[in-house]
């Protein structure tokens, strides 16, 4: 069954049906902008400079806006393809349309799930994969306590230099490597967490672009965040309602939702001595569950977010509407998971007076080698079969590979035994009862089993080429399908920007267009 984000693209109507306007529209309809929120506007000016980037804009530029947590050396690859979508994208409203459009990179620094970010992986020289994760610990080396806290307080230690350190030792590096490792060592050493080291890269690497982005725990933000956070709480869990409802109709068309409700569940978080806690309606009152049930009148509630808007943050199915309340957004760019919860979220949208944004599917891409190419041809294999399991990859792999080995004495044997196990069958059909022909149906097919393993046996004989063949393979999946996963799931950029140097994103801008949505191959090294 094909999933949500290729229907939506293929542009099946009753999956169409569950969003605002078509990606299509952007073609033929220039974005209507409105002003940006002022002090909102002026505080992201100032933003800039701190990341090392100078960036000119208004505040009342239509908005082409994408983002994503900050994952330890830019998380997977597909970061760089939603920011690089987003940048292209607005190129394309700016030649198309004739309007001013700017591209807006929203890093989650609000965002606590640790452990889905901790981590980053990269293949060595001789593709070997590497998998890193990260756990903050203080001058003792015991670990911190972060539970709860978001990733603009998440501190960068010294374990992570040696990470970087590990990287550049094993990494496929060339004479562009050196420029790399200063970019890595010096926006390290500036960093004061998680979500700003990752802010620092991306603007680094974006800094020849017109990319601004965004940190969205800015005080500022909150602050004109307020009136969908204000919406929530005068109407607890009507948002949570219609999410339990969006989930079922996907249900109803075949989908496994990704946003799962319980009923009680607020879709906004409060912060609580810096750690983000959820919230749930229990009985008339919000109450913090992590916070031995601390409750608060809708009242008390409001007037928290009066006078501390700072601690008040959107969960994942509220934070698209916060975002287009702060930024007047043609498209946010998604990828194929995101396109998912937002077929959730229009009612949502709807609920707040907000209109949904076009969501525009991000580019999609493999890094791939000539050799890499030559060697799944060679295997008659594709990057798609890679995410099979690899026992079953080198039986297919060897049987192509020595089909004389099935094809001379032993299938001449197969096919005769097959046969008068056939003609036996047949005749005891016509002359014995069912018994003595369910045994003898039962004796072709052990037979044709015993063949099987026989060739089986014939195709591992040669150790030799065996371990060869598996070594290769096991190459191939490293870099092109990392833990049988896409690559651009898994794979850190700094996996090729060791090799590629700065102006990889520059590369990619040239070789990926926004309008085009197949799954692209570039070749590295």
């Given at each position: 069954m094909s999933t949500l984000c290729e229907d939506y693209i293929a542009g099946k109507p009753e999956v169409r049906n569950l969003f605002g306007a078509a990606p299509e529209s952007l073609a033929s309809h220039a974005p209507v902008g409105r002003p940006w929120d002022a002090a909102l506007a002026e505080a992201m000016k100032a933003l800039q400079p701190k990341l090392g980037i100078q960036r000119e804009f208004r505040g009342d530029e239509t908005v082409i806006v994408t983002g994503q947590q900050p994952g330890l050396f830019l998380g997977p690859m597909y970061t760089l393809y939603k920011a690089v979508t987003a940048v292209a994208l607005a190129r394309r409203m700016r030649e198309r349309h004739g309007i001013a459009c700017v591209p807006v990179f929203w890093v989650a620094s609000e965002d606590h799930d640790f452990d889905e970010v901790r981590w980053f992986a990269y293949n060595t020289s001789e593709g070997q994969l590497f998998r890193e994760f990260y756990t903050p610990s203080d001058a003792q080396g015991e670990p911190l306590d972060i539970a709860g806290l978001p990733m603009h307080k998440v501190p960068v230690t010294g374990e992570l230099s040696r990470f970087v350190d590990r990287l550049l030792e094993h990494g496929a590096g060339s004479d562009k490597t050196a420029?790399?490792?200063?970019?890595?060592?010096?926006?390290?050493?500036?960093?004061?967490?998680?979500?700003?080291?990752?802010?620092?890269?991306?603007?680094?690497?974006?800094?020849?672009?017109d990319l601004i982005i965004f940190a969205p725990h800015m005080r500022t933000a909150r602050v004109a965040a307020a009136p969908v956070l204000r919406r929530e709480i005068e109407a607890p869990l009507a948002s949570t309602a219609l999410l339990i409802k969006g989930a079922r109709r996907l249900e109803s068309l075949g989908y496994a939702p990704p946003i799962l409700k319980t009923a009680n569940a607020c879709n906004f978080f409060l912060s609580v001595n810096g750690r983000r806690r959820k919230v749930v309606f229990v009985k008339g009152r919000f109450m913090l569950p992590e916070e031995n049930g601390q409750t608060f009148e809708a009242g008390e509630m409001l007037a928290l977010l009066e006078t501390a808007p700072e601690r008040f943050s959107p969960n994942v199915a509220l934070r698209p509407v916060v975002?287009?309340?702060?930024?007047?957004?043609?498209?946010?760019?998604?990828?194929?998971?995101?396109?998912?919860?937002?077929?959730?979220?229009?009612?949502?949208?709807?609920?707040?007076?907000?209109?949904?944004?076009?969501?525009?599917?991000?580019?999609?891409?493999?890094?791939?080698?000539?050799?890499?190419?030559?060697?799944?041809?060679?295997?008659?294999?594709?990057?798609?079969?890679?995410?099979?399991?690899?026992?079953?990859?080198?039986?297919?792999?060897?049987?192509?590979?020595?089909?004389?080995?099935?094809?001379?004495?032993?299938?001449?044997?197969?096919?005769?035994?097959?046969?008068?196990?056939?003609?036996?069958?047949?005749?005891?059909?016509?002359?014995?009862?069912?018994?003595?022909?369910?045994?003898?149906?039962?004796?072709?097919?052990?037979?044709?089993?015993?063949?099987?393993?026989?060739?089986?046996?014939?195709?591992?004989?040669?150790?030799?080429?065996?371990?060869?063949?598996?070594?290769?393979?096991?190459?191939?999946?490293?870099?092109?399908?990392?833990?049988?996963?896409?690559?651009?799931?898994?794979?850190?950029?700094?996996?090729?920007?060791?090799?590629?140097?700065?102006?990889?994103?520059?590369?990619?801008?040239?070789?990926?267009?926004?309008?085009?949505?197949?799954?692209?191959?570039?070749?590295w090294l």
């Open positions: 420029e790399v490792a200063a970019l890595l060592r010096g926006t390290l050493a500036e960093a004061a967490s998680v979500s700003n080291w990752f802010a620092r890269l991306m603007a680094a690497l974006f800094k020849d672009t975002q287009q309340l702060l930024f007047p957004a043609a498209a946010y760019v998604a990828g194929p998971g995101e396109i998912a919860y937002w077929a959730q979220l229009k009612p949502v949208f709807d609920h707040h007076g907000i209109t949904m944004p076009v969501v525009w599917p991000r580019s999609r891409a493999i890094m791939i080698t000539p050799k890499e190419r030559q060697r799944l041809t060679a295997s008659g294999l594709s990057v798609d079969d890679l995410a099979a399991p690899e026992e079953m990859l080198l039986y297919r792999v060897l049987d192509a590979a020595a089909p004389t080995l099935l094809s001379g004495a032993l299938e001449r044997h197969r096919a005769k035994v097959d046969g008068e196990l056939a003609a036996l069958v047949a005749e005891l059909g016509a002359t014995a009862g069912p018994n003595a022909v369910a045994l003898a149906e039962e004796m072709r097919r052990l037979a044709s089993r015993g063949f099987e393993r026989i060739g089986s046996n014939l195709i591992r004989g040669d150790i030799r080429r065996v371990e060869e063949t598996k070594k290769r393979l096991t190459i191939l999946r490293n870099r092109l399908a990392p833990f049988g996963k896409p690559q651009e799931r898994v794979l850190s950029p700094f996996n090729y920007l060791l090799s590629q140097g700065l102006g990889f994103v520059d590369r990619l801008l040239n070789e990926l267009d926004p309008e085009d949505w197949r799954i692209r191959e570039i070749e």
